[in-house]
């Protein structure tokens, strides 16, 4: 059962870690407007995850930036859920054995 909770969990994150990434390229490429259906439908799924990221980080830092940063915290989220399911014995153990 912890095994399903964590790669549903570790699935989300990554959905939403690369959209962000996408989402920035797209801004990258086609710049800020959101005028493009893609481009809208990227806003529109990582939108809660900028706004929360937005909580946290300096007005200074442009939007772009910040979608860099949410990305980066997506990715630390990521790793904090494997180092914890892991140092709770809640993950099979692989390797070489020994």
Known sequence: MSLSVFMIVNFLLAT???LMLG???LRLL?????DGIVQRAFARGTDPVAA???????????????LLFAAVWLVVLRVALVVGFANA???AH?????
Do not use: K
């Open 30 to 34: 086609l710049g800020p407007l959101e």
């Open 52 to 66: 929360a990221v937005r909580l946290v980080t300096p007005r200074r830092v442009p939007d772009t930036l910040l």
């Open 16 to 18: 939403l870690m690369y």
């Open 94 to 98: 692989t390797g070489a054995g020994g």
């Open 89 to 91: 014995g809640l993950l």
């Open 23 to 25: 989402r920035l390229v």
